[in-house]
């Protein structure tokens, strides 16, 4: 029963935040890993997004700046900085947020993630 609680909140946590991208993200994992588009949902989502010691808005910075700095997460940058956006850090935080990464994780990493912003941005 707990399991299931954790994939309801996560589930519904998941469609605040994120929600079509989050949801396609979740989609394109069911035919090669169910179980863990299941986790995916339970643990980050039902959990840790859930938690009350944080708003939306602070775990989303936090998000961006850490897929930033690890420099090769792309994909899960830009749907972080759409989530972002849809609950309301604006365009200025995030590209803000992206640059002070230029001095714990480097230009390059900065640069690639001002790359996916801008992805981001113009498709929003």
Do not use: C, W
């Not at 643990?43 to 602070?58: A, C, E, H, N, V």
């Amino acid at each position: 029963m707990e399991n299931e609680n954790r994939y309801q909140r996560g589930l519904a946590k998941l469609q605040e935040i994120d929600g079509e991208a989050g949801e396609r993200v979740v989609a394109s994992l069911e035919d090669i890993a169910p179980d863990f588009a299941r986790y995916l949902i339970e643990f980050p989502f039902g959990d840790i997004y859930s938690r009350p010691g944080l708003d939306l808005k602070s775990r989303e910075i936090a998000t961006v700046a850490a897929l930033t700095a690890l420099g090769n997460a792309a994909p899960q940058l830009k749907v972080h900085i759409h989530a972002a956006l849809n609950v309301g850090v604006t365009r200025t935080e995030i590209v803000e947020t992206i640059m002070q990464m230029a001095v714990y994780a480097g230009f390059p990493a900065a640069l690639n993630g001002l790359a996916a912003a801008r992805e981001v941005f113009d498709y929003t």
